[in-house]
């Protein structure tokens, strides 16, 4: 960087704190011994049911976060995170076509996949701002959509079935789980370091107001860049996982679609909180499990109630497990 | 093999880029002067033109005539949009693109499944009405599709009137101070609420020509609002926003590309590449083309090709 930047050493002096607000640890720990202990309770209730649904809603999760890095703290509203998610299991069906199938090759592959697909476009699209970054993120996970589906000897619009990978072991659904739930918490205490490193700071004051930004000394491009990149391999990790869990993919993990519900999970959660992303994709995923066990046209009450809360409850539902407002 | 496209198929795959370019232009006027005016992204827009389709079809049935259902479906659609702008839209003008963009996400969600609900999954049936139902020849060895023509006459007619209503009407001249600067133009005493709720009740019932129009030629299925809708965005961001000439110009471009590139990428490979790799790539590249455009236009000129917004 050209200038030094004279808010360094405050920006340094501000400590990272573990969440605030009452009772917050003490919620995050009963979480995860929840979470830890879920697969011994579902194999008493539900049998393998309950326990698919809650890997599905942490794989949502993990890539909701990746988005929430870019969407709340970047302020940069990318309508094509689905290229990401689907790169990343893309990359497991492809290579698994290929033969090639141990996990200390595909899992690295697939999130440098995602995250060179990132940095490419984002290296475009930053470029642009507001609305037109919004359409032309769109317009390139449009090309990777369409690109993946003319892909004929990789299932084309008919998808491919994507045998989980090698770990020298069988890895079962309660492996996966638990899989799941360790990458989670790891990706989550990177982030949680991410946003609150002078990085973090210097993106959200970029977000908030970038003349300023600018004026101290930050320059945007790369900051937001290596967010971009940066969410873009988280998500793609949750695209690999996602293609675990289902053991098949379809470009439908591609489509404008996939994005649109990644924004509308993030939403829901709360955009630029840091539970945002993992209390939306949990939500969402329950909302659909309850109003498809009541009806076939589930999408009607889903639909409704999420345009109730976008129109009353702009920040999310994370405030609930935040403890306080931002 | 002669060398060369054979000429009739050019003009053949020109004409069909027009009819599409110029029902394409009935969605994004629409669209663009929404975006335009009152800064809102609408996804909802393919909703209504979806819910024009399935109205044209269904009142084509009851009434016996093609022409009588697609005229109520018009009405029937500007006045679902006029309520829709009263009802859900108006909440979310103050909002920031991203609230817009998920509020309108929902109620794609809400119009899909209502439909389903209404009509069925089944796609619906809207024959061409008989005195269009033959080809014309325009050329020897060239015959068209008579209502093909039919919808590029419409489409032109309809542009016309709609450059009229924008540049020589005063709504239209409320219209085009609100799209270049709202606030300014309120203060000089534009109603420029009132002025929208007529732009989005009369962009509904573009959106409801295109559906009932386009109804014989594409299934009248759920999806078939957001696989146009998405064309219409990268229409009206090509053109500039806010900017109907911008969408008239946005439309064509797209409208001539998509079906060039659809109907002469693919033989252009064969000759350059191995058949194998020339039927892989010729229909990717063909529908990523009209992407490619945007993101060209995007990078040489960001506010689009008519910039509007001072």
Same mark, same amino acid.
């Given at each position: 960087?050209?200038?030094?930047?004279?808010?360094?050493?405050?920006?340094?002096?501000?400590?990272?704190?573990? +969440?605030?607000?009452?009772?917050?640890?003490?919620?995050?720990?009963?979480?995860?011994?929840?979470?830890?202990?879920?697969?011994?309770?579902?194999?008493?209730?539900?049998?393998?049911?309950?326990?698919?649904?809650?890997?599905?809603?942490?794989?949502?999760?993990?890539?909701?976060?990746?988005?929430?890095?870019v969407l709340?703290?970047?302020g940069l509203v990318s309508f094509g995170h689905a290229t990401?998610?689907?790169?990343?299991?893309?990359?497991?069906?492809?290579?698994?076509?290929?033969?090639?199938?141990?996990?200390?090759?595909?899992?690295?592959?697939?999130?440098?996949?995602?995250?060179?697909a990132?940095?490419l476009i984002g290296a475009m699209c930053l470029r642009t701002r507001g609305l037109h970054f919004i359409m032309i993120t769109l317009a390139f996970a449009q090309m990777v959509y369409y690109g993946?589906?003319?892909?004929?000897?990789?299932?084309?619009?008919?998808?491919?079935?994507?045998?989980?990978?090698?770990?020298?072991?069988?890895?079962?659904?309660?492996?996966?789980?638990?899989?799941?739930?360790?990458?989670?918490?790891?990706?989550?205490?990177?982030?949680?370091?991410?946003?609150?490193?002078?990085?973090?700071?210097?993106?959200?004051?970029?977000?908030?107001?970038?003349?300023?930004?600018?004026?101290?000394?930050?320059? +945007?491009?790369?900051?937001q860049?290596?967010?971009f990149?940066?969410?873009?391999?988280?998500?793609?990790?949750?695209?690999?996982?996602?293609?675990?869990?289902?053991?098949?993919?379809? +470009?439908?993990?591609l489509s404008w679609q996939q994005s649109g519900?990644f924004l509308?999970?993030?939403?829901?959660?709360?955009?630029?909180?840091?539970?945002?992303?993992?209390?939306?994709?949990?939500?969402?995923?329950?909302?659909?499990?309850?109003?498809?066990?009541?009806?076939?046209?589930?999408?009607?009450?889903?639909?409704?109630?999420?345009?109730?809360?976008?129109?009353?409850?702009?920040?999310?539902?994370?405030?609930?497990?935040?403890?306080?407002?931002? | 093999?002669?060398? $060369?496209? #054979?000429?009739?198929?050019?003009?053949?795959?020109?004409? @069909?880029g027009l009819?599409l370019g110029l029902m394409l232009f009935l969605l994004a006027s629409g669209l663009t002067l929404v975006l335009g005016i009152m800064d809102v992204v609408n996804l909802a827009h393919g909703s209504l033109y979806?819910?024009?389709?399935?109205?044209?079809?269904?009142?084509?049935?009851?009434?016996?005539?093609?022409?009588?259902?697609?005229?109520?479906?018009?009405?029937?659609?500007?006045?679902? $949009?006029?309520?829709?702008?009263?009802? =859900?839209l108006?909440?979310v003008y103050?909002r920031d693109h991203l609230t817009q963009v998920l509020a309108t996400f929902?109620l794609i969600?809400?119009? @899909?499944?209502?439909?389903?609900?209404?009509?069925?999954?089944?796609?619906?049936?809207?024959?061409?009405?008989?005195?269009?139902?033959?080809?014309?020849?325009?050329?020897?060895?060239?015959?068209?599709?008579?209502?093909?023509?039919?919808?590029?006459?419409?489409g032109?007619?309809?542009a016309?009137?709609l450059f009229?209503?924008i540049?020589?009407?005063?709504?239209?001249?409320?219209v085009r101070?609100g799209a270049s600067n709202r606030?300014?133009?309120?203060?000089?005493?534009?109603?420029?609420?009132?002025?929208f709720?007529?732009v989005f009740? =009369?962009s509904a019932?573009l959106c409801?020509?295109a559906?009932?129009?386009? $109804?014989?030629?594409?299934? =009248?299925?759920? $999806?078939m609002g957001e696989e146009i809708l998405i064309l219409a965005f990268v229409v009206i961001v090509i053109g500039g926003i806010g900017s109907v000439k911008g969408a008239l110009v946005g439309a064509l471009l797209v409208g001539i590309v998509d079906t060039a590139g659809r109907?002469?990428? #693919?033989?252009?490979?064969?000759?350059?590449?191995? #058949?194998?790799?020339?039927? @892989?790539?010729? #229909?990717?590249v063909a529908s990523l083309l009209i992407y490619l455009l945007m993101a060209a236009v995007l990078f040489l000129r960001p506010q689009g090709l008519f910039p509007v917004r001072t």
């Amino acid at each position: 960087m050209r200038t030094r930047p004279f808010l360094v050493p405050e920006a340094r002096r501000i400590p990272v704190t573990m +969440p605030q607000g009452v009772g917050v640890g003490v919620r995050l720990a009963a979480a995860g011994i929840l979470l830890v202990g879920f697969p011994v309770l579902a194999e008493a209730f539900g049998g393998r049911f309950y326990l698919n649904l809650v890997t599905r809603a942490m794989i949502l999760g993990l890539a909701c976060s990746g988005l929430n890095l870019v969407l709340g703290y970047g302020g940069l509203v990318s309508f094509g995170h689905a290229t990401y998610f689907g790169l990343g299991a893309y990359t497991v069906a492809v290579l698994a076509r290929e033969g090639v199938r141990a996990a200390w090759v595909v899992w690295p592959a697939g999130i440098l996949v995602a995250a060179f697909a990132a940095l490419l476009i984002g290296a475009m699209c930053l470029r642009t701002r507001g609305l037109h970054f919004i359409m032309i993120t769109l317009a390139f996970a449009q090309m990777v959509y369409y690109g993946m589906v003319s892909l004929k000897q990789y299932g084309g619009q008919d998808g491919l079935r994507a045998p989980r990978t090698d770990f020298g072991f069988p890895l079962g659904d309660v492996a996966l789980y638990y899989l799941t739930l360790l990458l989670l918490a790891a990706c989550l205490g990177i982030l949680w370091r991410v946003v609150h490193a002078r990085f973090g700071r210097a993106l959200q004051a970029i977000r908030d107001n970038e003349a300023r930004a600018v004026a101290v000394g930050f320059s +945007p491009y790369p900051f937001q860049l290596v967010a971009f990149v940066l969410s873009g391999a988280l998500t793609g990790l949750g695209g690999i996982l996602m293609a675990h869990h289902a053991q098949y993919v379809s +470009p439908a993990m591609l489509s404008w679609q996939q994005s649109g519900a990644f924004l509308l999970m993030v939403i829901l959660g709360g955009v630029g909180r840091f539970w945002g992303g993992v209390v939306g994709a949990a939500a969402m995923v329950a909302l659909e499990e309850v109003f498809h066990a009541a009806t076939i046209h589930w999408q009607l009450p889903l639909g409704l109630v999420l345009l109730v809360v976008v129109l009353l409850a702009p920040r999310g539902l994370a405030g609930l497990v935040e403890g306080r407002p931002r | 093999m002669p060398s $060369g496209f #054979p000429t009739t198929l050019l003009l053949e795959q020109l004409l @069909n880029g027009l009819q599409l370019g110029l029902m394409l232009f009935l969605l994004a006027s629409g669209l663009t002067l929404v975006l335009g005016i009152m800064d809102v992204v609408n996804l909802a827009h393919g909703s209504l033109y979806m819910l024009g389709a399935y109205f044209a079809a269904t009142l084509a049935r009851v009434t016996g005539s093609f022409w009588a259902g697609v005229a109520l479906a018009v009405l029937a659609t500007a006045v679902a $949009g006029v309520l829709l702008e009263v009802s =859900v839209l108006r909440q979310v003008y103050a909002r920031d693109h991203l609230t817009q963009v998920l509020a309108t996400f929902a109620l794609i969600l809400v119009f @899909n499944e209502g439909v389903r609900m209404v009509w069925g999954p089944q796609a619906l049936l809207l024959p061409v009405p008989q005195e269009l139902a033959r080809p014309l020849p325009l050329l020897p060895g060239l015959g068209y599709s008579a209502y093909r023509l039919f919808l590029i006459g419409v489409g032109a007619a309809l542009a016309a009137l709609l450059f009229l209503l924008i540049h020589r009407t005063r709504l239209g001249m409320w219209v085009r101070a609100g799209a270049s600067n709202r606030a300014m133009a309120q203060a000089l005493g534009v109603p420029i609420r009132r002025v929208f709720t007529v732009v989005f009740g =009369v962009s509904a019932g573009l959106c409801a020509v295109a559906g009932g129009l386009l $109804g014989p030629i594409l299934a =009248v299925q759920v $999806g078939m609002g957001e696989e146009i809708l998405i064309l219409a965005f990268v229409v009206i961001v090509i053109g500039g926003i806010g900017s109907v000439k911008g969408a008239l110009v946005g439309a064509l471009l797209v409208g001539i590309v998509d079906t060039a590139g659809r109907a002469l990428l #693919p033989p252009l490979f064969l000759r350059l590449l191995s #058949p194998e790799m020339a039927s @892989n790539l010729g #229909p990717a590249v063909a529908s990523l083309l009209i992407y490619l455009l945007m993101a060209a236009v995007l990078f040489l000129r960001p506010q689009g090709l008519f910039p509007v917004r001072t």
